[in-house]
């Protein structure tokens, strides 16, 4: 990771919620707690499809 500001700060609250989780108690050893989350990526069009499906079913609901 490139030292720039953004890393840095990024960094320190990283740091905070370590220090956080070790004095409440919920400190993960593993450390998978605080690596980054992969976020799915989906097409537009695959998203389009999950927005009119979700959509389709409320819409439903709303006329029970």
């Not at 998203?47 to 959509?55: I, N, S, T």
């Amino acid at each position: 990771m490139p030292d720039t500001i953004v890393n840095r700060k990024v960094a320190s609250i990283k740091a905070r919620q370590i220090e956080l989780d070790m004095a409440s108690g919920n400190f993960d050893p593993s450390l998978v707690k605080y690596q980054p989350q992969k976020q799915e990526s989906i097409s537009v069009s695959e998203l389009f499809d999950r927005f009119v499906e979700y959509k389709r079913h409320k819409n439903v609901a709303d006329l029970v």
